[in-house]
């Protein structure tokens, strides 16, 4: 069974910056491209980034570049997002994901994503 979890939220003030990890089990972590994806209270979830099964190809949503950075360790199962540069806007639940592998490529569309964790919430506050 496939099981993925995420960690590393927490408050934060306003330019500072958190680390989030993701753990996933149960699958063969390298066959995975893998996403991060944030969701506030009465909006749909939307994409941040995603990171292809080597690493080599990244994508980044137009909020987030030049302040967020992911990356991955396939032998330890895991993918990193660092933010940096943090602003109340961020604040979110944040959603870490396995996409399919019927797609080999990477991008930020959520139906494309199989397997998700329960969230870690990240609050940017003052």
């Known amino acids: 069974q496939v099981q993925v979890a995420e960690s590393g939220g927490g408050l934060v003030l306003p330019g500072g910056s958190l680390r989030l990890s993701c753990t996933a089990s149960g699958v063969r972590f390298d066959d995975y491209a893998m996403g991060w994806f944030r969701q506030v209270p009465g909006k749909e979830r939307e994409g941040v980034s995603c990171?292809?099964?080597?690493?080599?190809?990244?994508l980044y949503d137009d909020s987030v570049k030049g302040r967020f950075t992911v990356s991955r360790d396939n032998a330890k199962n895991t993918l990193y997002l660092q933010m940096n540069d943090l602003k109340p806007e961020d604040t979110a639940m944040y959603y870490c994901?396995?996409?399919?592998?019927?797609?080999?490529?990477?991008?930020?569309?959520?139906?494309?994503?199989?397997?998700w964790g329960q969230g870690t919430q990240v609050t940017v506050s003052s």
């Open positions: 990171m292809s099964r080597t690493g080599f190809t990244t």
């Open positions: 994901a396995a996409r399919a592998p019927a797609y080999l490529s990477c991008d930020l569309r959520v139906e494309t994503f199989a397997y």
